[in-house]
Every structure is written in C-alpha cells, then in structure tokens.
C-alpha cells in the first residue's frame, strides 16, 4: 500500500504516501499529469484513485482529504461508484499514458488481461470513455507510448502498442505477441482506429510492410527518445525465457537496430522512465527493488541521432502542424523540455545502481523531477 517517491538528482527514496487498507492493489496501471501534478491509478478490479498535488502530499492517507487524494472507486463489488464513472475490469496488467498538452490533456487506458478496450478519462465529465477496442480478447504486460513529432507528419500525435501476452477473439489460451500497433489521438476525439504499424507511418520510410518487434514478447521497459526513437528493455517471451537485450526502433526508417548494450539483468521484465533534461533512462526490474540508470547515448550512436535530426532539419520548410491536426495546442513545443547534453564528466556511467554516489545532474536543474512507483 505504500507509495514511494524518486528523487533523481539525489538517487534517494522516500515515502509517498500510503492508501488505505480497504483500497487493495495487486497489479495496476499508473501515470502522471506532471503540469498539474496529478497521479492516475488504476487497479485490476476497478479500483481507480487520483492523487493531486502530489509534490506535496506525505504521510498517512486522509480520507476528508478531497482535494488532495481521491479514491473514486474502491473495489469491484461498488457498483454504484462503477456505473457513474463508467469504470470497466481492467485485469492485471493494463497500460496508462497521459498525453500532455494544453489541448489534449488526458489520461489513457489500454488493455489489461480481462479487458480489449482503449479508455480515456474525461476530467470534465469525471468518466472513462470508450475510444476504441484492440484486436484481442485481453491483452497483458504490453507497452504503451506516445509520440508527438512535428516534422514527420503521419508521428504528429500517435500512440504505439508494443507486444504483450495476448488472446485472440478464437483461443483461449494467452500468448506473447510482437505487433505493434498504433493510433492517431486528437483532443476530445470520438474515437480511435488502432491499426498495425507500417511503411505509411512515416514520410521517410520505404515501402508499406508491416513493422514488428524483434521478437514475441512482453514485460519490457519501454521509452521515446527525441520523438525519433522507441527504445524497449529486457522483456520475457515464451516458456519463460528471459531477455537482456536492447533494441531501438527509428521511427524515420521504422528499421529495428540492437544496441551493443545489454540490460544487466535477465529479468521477469523492466518498467522504464527516462528523464527528458539529461536523457537518462531509469531502469526498475519488476520482480526485485533493483534499480539502474543509464544514458541514451550509451544506447544509441551519436552518429545515428545525429543523421535522425538532420533528415527533419532538410524538411523543416514544411508548415508546421496546425491546430486542428494535433488538437490545438501551439505553445506545446516551447513547453517540451530542451534535450540537455552531459558533458563528459558528468556521465552517467553505464547502468549504474541507484546506490552510486556518481550520479550527476550538471546544473541541478532537475532537483525537484522526482518519479513515482
């Protein structure tokens, strides 16, 4: 029941906070709405809270505390409080995104092992909306991104599902999947058509074959970096087999490469965050407290970034993106923040634990960036 707060300039964790007994979680899906400072939690049997504020939130759960800490719905046997915020079973596993933006600003959920529906929690209404349905019964230990490039027109506002353990409509039986799928997200959309990832997806791909993870798997840890690369960490695939391996997928080419670099575990899986400002992926085993960052250019070649942003900077005569394209947001690239080189002294050493003194932030800009789990 406790939550845990990451100080990343400081490599220290405190506690969060701590719900309440009767709110029970086993597996859930969590994201965060960093601009207003608000935590979505959704739990495998309809348990779904929100917390506010929570840069300032500590100690023991309130429950008169409204404002700040919001538990919606507390189990699946409140049928009340599951038909008025239009909740569905969700099964362990789903996946959680908020998409920033001053437009856009939602909170999504995908899938969940009892559960094939793409849902969006509408702030104003306070109920989940059904967007779409994936091509699956239930779909379990998948990841979910998004990526907003202004200058490779089809990535302007796309969400991407990567693998999982999945059952088709026909089987009964769940196994692990490597499609990738992706969909077009606009403000207050209706809904949201998922289709497989293919050549179209990019104005400098060729041809239209149809794009796959490296291999069937699942419970991998899953970042974008530049809005140019997904890069996927770890994972299990069938008969329990574990991988270390790295892989980063060029969204100008949607060509798969495997990084030199390897995860420093073969684990049951990874949950991954990377820091925009330093470009530090941090890395959570799921079956350990063990912890492990790692910058990206450890990952991914200067030289390959470097030839990425040029192909943009060689089409950036193209008008840029207008509001009703990516849901009206104008000011959204002045608030991104700015990628920040590490000087060579200030590296990040290669998958160093959390318990390094080494770890340096440069300017100290990120003292208060903390992340959650």
């Known amino acids: 029941r406790q939550c845990w707060r990451y100080n990343v300039a ?61 538990i919606l719905c507390d189990s699946k046997y409140n049928k009340e409080m599951q038909s008025k915020y239009g909740l569905q079973v969700l099964g362990h596993d789903a996946s959680a995104v908020f998409i920033g933006g001053d437009e856009i600003a939602e909170m999504h959920v ?10 969006r929690w509408d702030e104003r209404a306070l109920r989940m909306q059904q ?40 089987q009964k039986a769940f196994v692990f999947s490597d499609t990738i799928l992706c969909c077009d997200v606009r403000a207050e959309s209706d809904g949201c058509a998922w289709s497989a990832l293919n050549g179209d997806c990019s104005l400098y791909s060729n041809g239209e074959s149809i794009i796959k993870l490296p291999m069937e798997m699942a419970y991998f840890g899953a970042v974008v970096y530049e809005n140019i690369f997904i890069i996927i960490f770890g994972g299990r695939g069938e008969h329990n087999r ?77 008008i840029a993106p207008s509001k009703q394209e990516i849901g009206g947001d104008d000011e959204l690239t002045e608030k991104v923040p700015k990628t920040k080189k590490i000087e060579k002294n200030e590296h990040v050493p290669i998958f160093s634990d959390d318990e390094a003194d080494d770890h340096k932030d440069g300017d100290g800009d990120d003292d208060d960036q903390e992340t959650y789990a």
């Open 10 to 70: 400081g490599n220290t964790f405190t506690p969060f906070i701590q719900f309440p007994e009767y709110f029970r979680l086993q597996s859930y899906a969590m994201c965060c709405n960093a601009y207003q400072q608000h935590l979505f939690v959704c739990g495998e049997s309809l348990q779904f809270a929100v917390l506010k504020n929570i840069h300032h939130l500590d100690g023991q759960w309130n429950d008169d505390d409204d404002e700040n800490a919001q």
């Open 110 to 119: 995908i899938g969940g092992k009892l559960n094939n529906c793409h849902l």
């Open 131 to 170: 967007l779409g349905q994936l091509p699956f019964s239930g779909i379990a230990g998948h990841a979910v991104v998004y990526v907003r490039n202004e200058w490779n027109k089809p990535l302007r506002s796309k969400l991407f599902l990567l693998g999982g353990y999945i059952q088709n409509p026909s």
């Open 242 to 318: 574990k991988f270390d391996d790295i892989y980063y997928l060029n969204l100008n080419t949607l060509q798969w490469t495997k990084s030199a670099l390897k995860c420093p575990n073969k684990t049951r899986g990874y949950f991954a965050v990377i820091t925009d400002a330093t470009n530090v992926v941090h890395l959570f085993q799921r079956d350990s407290d063990q912890h492990f960052v790692v910058n990206v250019a450890d990952i991914i070649p200067a030289a390959e970034v470097s030839a990425a942003q040029q192909q943009y900077q060689s089409t950036s005569v193209e």
